[in-house]
């Protein structure tokens, strides 16, 4: 059993910055990739930005060079700092993970980022 939980989201002004925090919690884990994806309604989910046990980094075409993604392996822990926030960008925000071997997935409650004036 994983358990994702996710903080960090709210309410910020075009411009501003926010970073979200994903931790893994389990007994003993042995994750692949660890990343964020994001939704908006009427949209499919997408992928803001995965890295994977190696160091390997991914990010949206949309994103790139405003968010930066972090990972530590020893604290199964994501952050994701997002920089130069705009309205777009609002969505529910979901972490994710993959493991080893079964390639499972496991999924975060999701957090909502508004950018807004």
């Known amino acids: 059993q994983v358990q994702l939980v996710e903080s960090g989201g709210g309410l910020v002004q075009p411009g501003g910055s926010l970073t979200l925090s994903c931790v893994a919690r389990?007994?003993?884990?042995?994750?692949?990739?660890m990343g964020w994806y994001r939704q908006v309604p009427g949209k499919v989910r997408e992928v803001v930005a995965q890295?994977?046990?190696?160091?390997?980094?991914n990010y949206a075409d949309s994103v790139k060079g405003r968010f930066i993604i972090s990972r530590d392996n020893a604290l199964n822990t994501a952050l994701l700092r997002m920089s130069s926030l705009r309205p777009e960008d609002t969505a529910v925000y979901y972490c994710?993970?993959?493991?080893?071997?079964?390639?499972?997935?496991?999924w975060g409650q999701g957090t909502q980022v508004t950018v807004s004036s």
């Open positions: 994710n993970i993959e493991l080893f071997g079964s390639r499972t997935q496991r």
């Open positions: 389990a007994t003993m884990l042995n994750i692949y990739n």
């Open positions: 890295v994977d046990a190696y160091g390997n980094i």
